[in-house]
């Protein structure tokens, strides 16, 4: 991997950076099955204590925190720029978020302003803190495909957290102003479309070729895709929600986007040279497949207005969205990354020969990792049903949630004791 056109791996942070994201990660995963077990109001109702919980529990607590471990370690790596001061960087981001979402979830779970009120200090710090240092970072590199994706996602990231910490000064307490709804909606698009969604894609033009062998994403969709849909999602912000024929017109180009990405990322793995079970591959293809459905479940509301109004359509939405195609990709994501790092600073730190230090595949088993990803398979299929019986398997899905993440979790530290065996450095 060393090789590969593109990557400087001689600029990557010591393993213990981007690490503690990935081990902290999984657990806030663990807090959202054991919450969706103990009660199932975060399956009735989108708006409930519960539902706003599991949201950030898994888009802060899970997804930012494996994106920006990953960040640390890609914006080296393929941009070819170092953060600066990626320690205090690191630390400091790290520590914001694992707090800031605790307190953000214990003030939503409990109504508490004083809560909310943490969780925004701690949520703007750190993100700002990460978003700068990156910033800097990207400004200081050529625009390759991967890096405008990135700086889309960046800024969508900026704009999801602001309009964040206003939703929750709200929630706290503070006066109710004008234009509420647009911003809770500007809220959910910026941070589901334009920071997961776009460095999803920015990061795959990257990966899915490189990992899987396939041909490269076709010139203009790498090109133009993200900052096409970066656009829309500015509009789509701007445009008042009831001018309905205007904001039927830019949701079709977000979904004609979504699906594109999806079906030609499906159509380069059907391509792939090495044809030998991926577990990572199983990942990404369950990921795109739960992003065409979200599509499929998402437009019929402007046709269809009782499904519009229906309580379970958002719920479906975010179930598909964030643990089958975000969690999915995130997930197969680690099981590339975290064996690779290993393998790679104990080769760096030794100067090993082939056959002294573990390979990439021996970090983590296969076997272990298939376990992982079928329980996290039947997690999202136990999520699904439960969005229509809620009552009935909120108990089923949320341990099966609680499980993957236990599952995730002893994974990442098998690769850790193995990387400590053979005699590697954190620092
Ligand atoms: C960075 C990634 C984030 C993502 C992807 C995200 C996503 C979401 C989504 C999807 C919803 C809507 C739930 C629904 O419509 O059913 C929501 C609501 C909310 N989010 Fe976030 N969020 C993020 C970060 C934050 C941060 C940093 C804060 C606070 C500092 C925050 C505060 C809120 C609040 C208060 C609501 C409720 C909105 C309301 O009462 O109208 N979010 N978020």
């Known amino acids: 991997m060393n090789s590969q056109p593109g990557l400087s791996f001689e600029q990557a942070p010591p393993f213990h950076q981007p690490l503690r994201f990935f081990l902290t990660a999984p657990l806030f995963l663990l807090v959202a099955g054991v919450l969706l077990a103990m009660e199932s109001g975060g399956l009735n109702s989108r708006w ?19 994106m920006l471990g990953a960040l640390m370690q890609i ?12 320690r205090t960087v690191a630390m400091v981001s790290h520590a914001a978020l694992t707090l800031g979402t605790t307190f953000l979830m214990t ?8 809560a909310l009120g943490s969780g925004i200090v701690l949520l703007l710090t750190g993100f700002m803190v990460f978003i700068a240092a990156a910033t800097i970072s990207l400004m200081r590199v050529a625009g390759s495909d991967t890096v405008r994706g990135m700086r889309h996602a960046l800024a969508s990231l900026a704009l999801t957290v602001l309009l964040g910490g206003l939703l929750a000064l709200i929630r706290a307490g503070w006066e109710n102003p004008p234009m509420i709804e647009g911003a809770s909606t500007a809220h959910a698009g910026f941070g589901l479309l334009g920071w997961i969604l776009l460095l999803v894609a920015g990061v795959a033009y990257q990966v899915v070729p490189m990992f899987q062998i396939t041909p490269p994403y076709p010139l203009l969709l790498r090109r133009w895709l993200t900052g096409v849909l970066f656009v829309l999602l500015l509009l789509r912000a701007l445009v008042p929600l009831h001018a309905a024929p205007a904001v039927f ?28 079970p991926d577990i990572t591959l199983d990942y990404w293809r369950t990921g795109m497949t739960s992003l065409i459905a979200c599509v499929a479940v998402w437009l019929p509301a402007q046709c269809w207005p009782a499904w519009a109004k229906s309580d379970a359509r958002p719920l479906l939405l975010g179930v598909l969205f964030l643990y089958g195609f975000a969690a999915s990709v995130v997930t197969g994501m680690l099981y590339k990354i975290v064996p690779f790092l290993a393998w790679f600073h104990l080769q760096a730190q030794h100067q090993a020969k082939a ?8 970090m983590i ?17 136990l999520l699904v049903a439960a969005v229509a019986w809620p009552n009935v398997l909120h108990i089923h899905a949320g341990i099966a949630v609680a499980l993957s993440s236990l599952l995730l979790l002893s994974n990442m530290f098998a ?4 990387y400590l065996k053979h005699g590697g450095r954190m620092s």
């Open 75 to 86: 914006l080296p790596v393929v941009a070819g720029s170092t953060l600066p001061a990626s």
């Open 48 to 66: 409930s204590a519960g539902a706003l919980a599991l949201t950030h529990a898994l888009t802060l607590g899970f997804l930012a925190m494996v």
């Open 365 to 381: 088993t296969e076997r272990k990792m298939r376990l992982q990803f079928r329980v996290h398979l039947a997690a999202l299929l």
């Open 107 to 114: 003030g939503f779970l409990r109504s508490s302003p004083v």
């Open 355 to 362: 056959g002294t230090i573990p390979n990439m595949k021996q």
């Open 249 to 276: 017109v830019i949701d079709a180009c977000l979904a004609a986007g979504m699906l594109m990405f999806a079906f030609v990322t499906l159509r380069l793995q059907s391509q792939r040279r090495r044809k030998l």
């Open 415 to 418: 690769a850790l004791r193995l």
